[in-house]
Each structure stands twice: as structure tokens, then as C-alpha cells.
């Protein structure tokens, strides 16, 4: 099992559009040293890529599942993904 960076990718579905999912997501995911990106699609879910250490993308994870206050997440499709080498999580 490798220690190196992981990467997943998210669709968070519910009401998480317009209740400042995207801002606290990158808050939560510098605190927890990961790198990777959050944006609103047009289906009206929030897209997720975040890169780094298994146990901080299992944490991220699961503040995605409850997600900030005014927010009502449904449901949170989780996969592997592959590295990309991003630097710093941003907003899209």
C-alpha cells in the first residue's frame, strides 16, 4: 500500500448550490493539506478533484456527506481518480 498521494474524484448532489458549499469545501480541503478543485455543474451537483494523502481525502469525504450549514447534501458519489499534480484548491 503506498503512502504517496491519492486522488478522488466527487458529485455532491442535493441543495449545495448557492449555500456556499464551494468556499467552505476549500477551507476544508487547505486545512487538511489537499490540492485539487470544487465547481458548481449545470445539473445543479457540486464537482469535486481533490489530491493528496488517503486519510485527509477520507475526511474531506465526509465533511462532503454533511457539508456546511444551509446546505442539504442528498447524496455523495465518491471514486478514484488519478493525480494531476495540482497546486493549491481552488474555486472554479
Known amino acids: 500500500m503506498s503512502a504517496g498521494p491519492s486522488a478522488r474524484r466527487l458529485a455532491v448532489h442535493g441543495?449545495?448550490?448557492?449555500?456556499?458549499?464551494?468556499?467552505?469545501?476549500?477551507r476544508r480541503a487547505r486545512e487538511l493539506g489537499l490540492a485539487g478543485w470544487v465547481a458548481?455543474?449545470?445539473d445543479g451537483t457540486v464537482?469535486?478533484?481533490?489530491?493528496?494523502?488517503?486519510?485527509?481525502l477520507d475526511a474531506l469525504v465526509a465533511w462532503a456527506r454533511e457539508g456546511p450549514e444551509g446546505a442539504s447534501v442528498e447524496r455523495v458519489d465518491a471514486g478514484e481518480a488519478q493525480p494531476e499534480g495540482i497546486d493549491g484548491f481552488a474555486v472554479r
Do not use: K, P, S, T
Not at 15 to 26: E, S
Open 15 to 26: 441543495q449545495v448550490q448557492g449555500v456556499n458549499f464551494r468556499a467552505v469545501m476549500q
Open 40 to 42: 458548481n455543474q449545470a
Open 47 to 56: 464537482a469535486v478533484h481533490a489530491e493528496g494523502q488517503a486519510d485527509a
